[in-house]
């Protein structure tokens, strides 16, 4: 046991027998000159036992008090011949016990007072560490809100930036541009799902962001490229369809946390939604110039390419034949066999003639049962060939068709077709030039139908 440690230990038994001590040194000084002069001395040694209990609180000096006054009694009674001085120590005894009983109320209200003040200054206390927690929360909440607002607005910018991104190669450059300027660091790439990567090809099969500290000690991947030594990817995904992976790597290692990873998966979702839009917007395109039964192009946009390819043969002296074809008896088909079996009839045409055209050709639905259709870098002798052998395909092919019987119909069905090819002696508008396409095939059916007739200018 150190020095410090009995000093200190000695302090405390001094300081805890000081209260008994000084009692005692009290009340023996009290009781022998109390024989000598009872009623002189028993105020003057009891007031500061009285003041000292007040002061101290302690059990032991509130029965030397009590003791104090019974010996005065005492004294009274049996020491002290004269009646006066009986009713003077008397009228003392009683004064210290009303010193003491007002001393005692004072004592307690003003322990009832400081308890109170001490249960309001530890509400006080309490309400103000509530108060500096409520702050102290406030400020990181208006920090991290700080930060969301910078994060909205650099989306916001995002979002501007794919406003007129229609095509896929330039979503792509953008979405790594702004990938590097939403984080300041690192490489980026928006790349397209490929099974020969191993990166893309494991994001899709776990369908999982993928943050990675150091690659090349990474068992899931290995031999693979040592330059980049952190990565961090995330799928781009759409329609329930897996386009690809957004993809940040540096030399560093451990370089992205993992709240990088939850800021790439929100502009993830923005990038998806870009390449979402510009799908739907190409579907849509596709759509307004496609015909929905035979997925042929429709009337209007055909018109709109015959203006152009007529200008385009005229300028380069490029043979150009505009055609159409009209099914024959068409309306007893639908009249006979319903309006089902004559769509049915007409996605096999426009099958036959995708099969039979060439390539380079321009084929649309024209009205109800009728076709048109350009041959580009078709002479008038190669576009009659062409169309011969599509006429007498329809004609051979059986049209089985369904109807509420056990066996389907088989139908034959046979085309006419009438056609014009571009003349560098007669200079013809586009009305002109399918007006005279038009005659052709009139010219075909009044010859008997299931034929291909030519307009031949005079």
């Given at each position: 046991?150190?020095?410090?440690?009995?000093?200190?230990?000695?302090?405390?038994?001094?300081?805890?027998?000081?209260?008994?001590?000084?009692?005692?040194?009290?009340?023996?000084?009290?009781?022998?000159?109390?024989?000598?002069h009872?009623?002189?001395?028993?105020?003057?040694?009891?007031?500061?036992?009285?003041?000292?209990?007040?002061?101290?609180?302690?059990?032991?000096?509130?029965?030397?008090?009590?003791?104090?006054?019974?010996?005065?009694?005492?004294?009274?009674?049996?020491?002290?011949?004269?009646?006066?001085?009986?009713?003077?120590?008397?009228?003392?005894?009683?004064?210290?016990?009303?010193?003491?009983?007002?001393?005692?109320?004072?004592?307690?209200?003003?322990?009832?007072?400081?308890?109170?003040?001490?249960?309001?200054?530890?509400?006080?206390?309490?309400?103000?560490?509530?108060?500096?927690?409520?702050?102290?929360?406030?400020?990181?909440?208006?920090?991290?809100?700080?930060?969301?607002?910078?994060?909205?607005?650099?989306?916001?910018?995002?979002?501007q930036?794919?406003?007129?991104?229609?095509?896929e190669?330039?979503?792509?450059?953008?979405?790594?541009?702004?990938?590097?300027?939403?984080?300041?660091?690192?490489?980026?790439?928006?790349?397209?799902?490929?099974?020969?990567?191993?990166?893309?090809?494991?994001?899709?099969?776990?369908?999982?962001?993928?943050?990675?500290?150091?690659?090349?000690?990474?068992?899931?991947?290995?031999?693979?490229?040592?330059?980049?030594?952190?990565?961090?990817?995330?799928?781009?995904?759409?329609?329930?369809?897996?386009?690809?992976?957004?993809?940040?790597?540096s030399?560093?290692?451990?370089?992205?946390?993992?709240?990088?990873?939850?800021?790439?998966?929100?502009?993830?979702?923005?990038?998806?939604?870009?390449?979402?839009?510009?799908?739907?917007?190409?579907?849509?395109?596709?759509l307004?110039?496609?015909?929905?039964?035979?997925?042929?192009?429709?009337?209007?946009?055909?018109?709109?390419?015959?203006?152009?390819?007529?200008?385009?043969?005229?300028?380069?002296?490029?043979?150009?034949?505009?055609?159409?074809?009209?099914?024959?008896h068409?309306?007893?088909?639908?009249?006979?066999?319903?309006?089902?079996?004559?769509?049915?009839?007409?996605?096999?045409?426009?099958?036959?003639?995708?099969?039979?055209?060439?390539?380079?050709?321009?084929?649309?639905?024209?009205?109800?049962?009728?076709?048109?259709?350009?041959?580009?870098h078709?002479?008038?002798?190669?576009?009659?060939?062409?169309?011969?052998?599509?006429?007498?395909s329809?004609?051979?092919?059986?049209?089985?068709?369904?109807?509420?019987?056990?066996l389907?119909?088989?139908?034959?069905?046979?085309?006419?077709?009438?056609?014009?090819?571009?003349?560098?002696?007669?200079?013809?508008?586009?009305?002109?030039?399918?007006?005279?396409?038009?005659?052709?095939?009139?010219k075909?059916?009044?010859?008997?139908?299931?034929?291909?007739?030519?307009?031949?200018?005079?």
């Amino acid at each position: 046991m150190s020095k410090n440690r009995i000093s200190k230990n000695t302090i405390d038994i001094i300081s805890d027998s000081l209260v008994p001590i000084a009692s005692g040194i009290f009340f023996i000084f009290w009781a022998v000159n109390l024989l000598k002069h009872p009623v002189a001395y028993f105020p003057i040694i009891a007031f500061p036992i009285i003041i000292f209990y007040y002061f101290s609180g302690s059990i032991f000096s509130a029965i030397l008090v009590f003791i104090s006054i019974m010996t005065g009694i005492l004294e009274s009674l049996f020491f002290i011949d004269r009646y006066s001085e009986i009713c003077a120590l008397l009228f003392e005894c009683l004064a210290i016990f009303g010193v003491y009983a007002v001393l005692e109320l004072y004592r307690k209200r003003h322990v009832n007072v400081r308890n109170k003040f001490i249960s309001k200054y530890e509400d006080l206390s309490r309400k103000i560490s509530e108060k500096e927690s409520i702050i102290l929360e406030n400020n990181i909440l208006s920090s991290n809100l700080s930060g969301q607002i910078k994060n909205f607005r650099k989306i916001g910018d995002i979002l501007q930036t794919f406003h007129d991104s229609l095509s896929e190669k330039e979503i792509v450059h953008k979405s790594e541009d702004i990938a590097f300027r939403f984080f300041s660091k690192g490489s980026w790439k928006l790349k397209k799902y490929s099974e020969y990567d191993k990166i893309t090809y494991y994001i899709k099969q776990n369908s999982v962001p993928l943050i990675v500290g150091n690659i090349v000690e990474d068992k899931r991947f290995n031999n693979y490229n040592s330059e980049k030594m952190s990565l961090i990817a995330v799928p781009i995904e759409f329609n329930g369809i897996f386009w690809g992976i957004l993809e940040g790597y540096s030399r560093e290692e451990n370089f992205f946390s993992q709240e990088n990873l939850q800021q790439l998966s929100m502009i993830s979702g923005i990038i998806a939604t870009a390449l979402n839009n510009f799908y739907l917007y190409k579907k849509l395109q596709t759509l307004a110039i496609t015909d929905g039964l035979t997925s042929l192009y429709t009337n209007a946009y055909f018109k709109e390419r015959l203006g152009e390819e007529l200008n385009r043969s005229r300028s380069n002296k490029i043979p150009l034949s505009l055609g159409i074809l009209d099914i024959d008896h068409f309306k007893n088909v639908n009249d006979k066999y319903g309006h089902q079996s004559g769509d049915f009839v007409l996605r096999r045409i426009a099958s036959i003639l995708r099969l039979n055209f060439r390539e380079s050709d321009f084929i649309a639905r024209y009205g109800g049962e009728e076709f048109a259709f350009m041959m580009l870098h078709a002479s008038s002798k190669e576009a009659s060939k062409i169309l011969e052998k599509i006429r007498a395909s329809v004609e051979h092919e059986d049209f089985f068709i369904p109807v509420e019987s056990l066996l389907p119909v088989c139908l034959k069905i046979t085309v006419s077709i009438g056609f014009v090819s571009l003349s560098d002696k007669v200079e013809s508008s586009e009305e002109e030039f399918l007006k005279n396409a038009d005659k052709a095939l009139y010219k075909a059916k009044i010859l008997g139908r299931n034929r291909v007739e030519e307009y031949l200018y005079e």
